[in-house]
Nanobody, 125 residues
Framework: QVQLVESGGGLVQPGGSLRLSCAAS????????MGWFRQAPGKEREFAAG???????FYADSANGRFTISRDNAKSTVYLQMNSLKPEETAVYYC???????????????????WGQGTQVTVSS
């Protein structure tokens, strides 16, 4: 069992930056693919960024070039640095852990086994 706790959300102006953190419990953190998803009101949860157990990042097209995901296995923590934020990126951001061990980077919600409670990100002037 893995418990995930997100932090770092808040209100930011368009074009601004935020850094989200996700702290994980358990001693097997380094074995998981980790992902960040977001869900806007009335919309489905969508993938934003992920990172493999070995530290290889992968991104949604909408996030590529503006978001940076990283992980610190010693601290069992994954981060999401978000730059140049847009109002349409207002959403609840969720951290998730995947036990998937296949040959591609998981982007589907169905491949993630554990979820945090989410942190609100509001992009508004």
């Amino acid at each position: 069992q893995v418990q995930l706790v997100e932090s770092g959300g808040g209100l930011v102006q368009p074009g601004g930056s935020l850094r989200l953190s996700c702290a994980a419990s358990g001693r097997t953190f380094s074995r998981y693919n980790m992902g960040w998803f977001r869900q806007a009101p009335g919309k489905e949860r969508e993938f934003a960024a992920g990172i493999s157990p070995g530290g290889s990042p992968f991104y949604a097209d909408s996030a590529n070039g503006r978001f940076t995901i990283s992980r610190d296995n010693a601290k069992s923590t994954v981060y999401l640095q978000m730059n140049s934020l847009k109002p349409e990126e207002t959403a609840v951001y969720y951290c998730a852990a995947s036990k998937y061990s296949g040959h591609y980077y998981p982007r589907e919600t169905s491949l993630y086994d554990y979820w945090g409670q989410g942190t609100q990100v509001t992009v508004s002037s």
